[in-house]
Nanobody, 124 residues
Framework: QVQLVESGGGSVQSGGSLRLSCTAS???????????MAWFRQVPGQEREGVAA???????TYADSVKGRFAISRDNTKNTLYLQMNSLKPEDTAIYYC???????????????WGRGTQVTVSS
């Protein structure tokens, strides 16, 4: 059973930065379970939306709302996914979730494995 644990959330003022981390564990035989990874975010009462995604050759894609401000990366030696968030805005406030899958890629919610989320709050 693949487990994803997010960390790094918190409260920051508008214009500030945060770096989220997501550590994957639980896969014994193959790291292909995390071939494709992504960050999503959700505001209560709204749908979960894709923020950024990365594949196993580090190809990336971003939501238009975060392009130029956020950067997704991964360290396969540590089984860890990162999201560097700069120039944060109040509208970035949400719970941020890490997701992983063996075959699905992109910003749609087709990932099999999900973390429990970490809260990011940006004040104006």
């Amino acid at each position: 059973q693949v487990q994803l644990v997010e960390s790094g959330g918190g409260s920051v003022q508008s214009g500030g930065s945060l770096r989220l981390s997501c550590t994957a564990s639980g896969f014994t035989y193959s790291t292909s379970y995390t071939s494709y990874m992504a960050w999503f975010r959700q505001v209560p009462g709204q749908e979960r939306e894709g923020v950024a995604a990365i594949d196993n050759v580090r190809r990336t894609t971003y939501a238009d709302s975060v392009k130029g401000r956020f950067a997704i990366s991964r360290d396969n030696t540590k089984n860890t996914l990162y999201l560097q968030m700069n120039s944060l805005k109040p509208e970035d406030t949400a719970i941020y979730y890490c997701a992983a899958d063996r075959v699905n890629w992109g910003l749609l919610r087709r990932y099999q494995y999900w973390g429990r989320g970490t809260q990011v709050t940006v004040s104006s």
